[in-house]
């Protein structure tokens, strides 16, 4: 990072520091501090608003969480935050949002109706408008309003606007040193192969299923075997 992290425990705590960061904390389990908390946190009082916002973006939203976690996506990819997009498209996938649908994401191919709905292509152009253009068109802001409720349009908004800070942010100051790395489709996890769920491999749906040999002593090592 371009200035050093903020420790993970104040150094000089006073009863409202150490408070702070035992919300954070709080917030972030059971994960540890991350290193956006620790960049944030030299001033506390700045990192405790921002945990407060963002933590309220989340899970106090009525919006469902895969068009929130899809204009995330979009955000990190046109201002090229790679950490916000490492962070946050597995919970894209987890939130209900298909593979097909997050690649062309981030292949900027947000207008392809054979992988994207209505829905998500809105979102999208929503998303793409008030990151680069800022102002959203007036036609565009009536098909959100005929789809969600006024609430849920504040906080898509809110959303996208928030992440575009988040991104910035982690961009100045390199969070991570993750500049200029390249962004990658999340790996499908052990979990869901073992689950024989079918998954789009790119040429064709298949079932896959885990076979662990008798030999293998790390249960780490398997190998899997397609059934098409």
């Known amino acids: ?32 501090l991350i290193p956006l908390d620790l960049a944030l946190l030299h001033n506390p009082n700045i990192a405790d608003g921002f945990s407060t916002l963002m933590g309220s973006i989340r899970t106090k939203s009525s919006l469902d969480l895969a068009p929130m976690e899809l204009a995330v996506c979009y955000v990190a990819v046109l201002n090229k935050a790679v950490y916000e997009w490492t962070a946050h498209a597995p919970l894209a996938l987890k939130a209900g949002v298909e593979r097909e ?39 565009l802001i009536e098909k959100l309003k005929r789809r969600y409720t006024d609430q849920q349009v504040m906080e898509l908004t809110i959303t996208v606007g928030a992440y575009n800070m988040v991104s910035r942010f982690l961009v100045a100051l390199n969070v991570t040193e993750s500049n200029g790395k390249g962004m990658k489709m999340p790996e499908i996890p052990l979990q869901q192969l073992n689950n024989n769920r079918e998954i789009h491999l790119g040429f064709k749906l298949s079932t896959l299923s885990r076979r662990t040999t008798p030999d293998q002593q790390n249960p780490l090592i398997q190998t899997y075997v397609i059934a098409v």
């Open 1 to 32: 990072m371009r200035i050093p992290y903020a420790p993970s425990d104040p150094t000089d705590p006073t009863p409202e520091t150490q408070a702070i960061y035992d919300r954070i904390r709080e917030r972030r389990n059971p994960r540890p």
């Open 101 to 139: 649908a997050l690649e062309a994401v981030l292949k900027n191919d947000v207008r392809n109706t054979d992988v994207l709905s209505e829905e998500e292509v809105d979102v999208l152009e929503f998303t793409y408008q008030s990151t680069k253009d800022i102002e959203v068109k007036d036609e």
